[in-house]
């Protein structure tokens, strides 16, 4: 079982940054690969990022050059660094694990993930 908790939404305008993080449990998480996705009011919950065991990351082209997914082994944590926020960019991220760790096609699906975290909240103003 792995528990993922998500932390570091807010509010910001147009323009700003923020950085979530995304704390597992799990004594093997540098073996998983990690995602963030959104979802925003009405629509349907969607890729944004993914890190592979490896290091290696995927993007949404909505967000290439504007984020950037990182992660710490050894806190067990996966970061999403968002800058030049848009208010597109409006939803609730979520932090999902798949504990194989290499991607695939369905690491850009949620089928293609484990576990999920309670998301949360990032809302950017115009």
């Known amino acids: 079982q792995v528990q993922l908790v998500e932390s570091g939404g807010g509010l910001v305008q147009a323009g700003g940054s923020l950085r979530l993080s995304c704390a597992a449990s799990?004594?093997?998480?540098?073996?998983?690969?990690m995602g963030w996705f959104r979802q925003a009011p009405g629509k349907e919950r969607a890729f944004v990022a993914a890190?592979?065991?490896?290091?290696?990351?995927r993007y949404a082209d909505s967000v290439k050059g504007r984020f950037t997914i990182s992660k710490d082994n050894a806190k067990n944590t996966v970061y999403l660094q968002m800058n030049s926020l848009k208010p597109e960019d409006t939803a609730v991220y979520y932090c999902?694990?798949?504990?194989?760790?290499?991607?695939?096609?369905?690491?850009?699906?949620?089928?293609?993930?484990?576990?999920w975290g309670q998301g949360t909240q990032v809302t950017v103003s115009s």
């Open positions: 999902a694990a798949n504990l194989r760790g290499y991607f695939s096609s369905s690491s850009y699906y949620t089928n293609g993930y484990n576990y």
């Open positions: 799990g004594r093997t998480f540098s073996t998983y690969v």
């Open positions: 890190i592979s065991s490896s290091g290696s990351t």
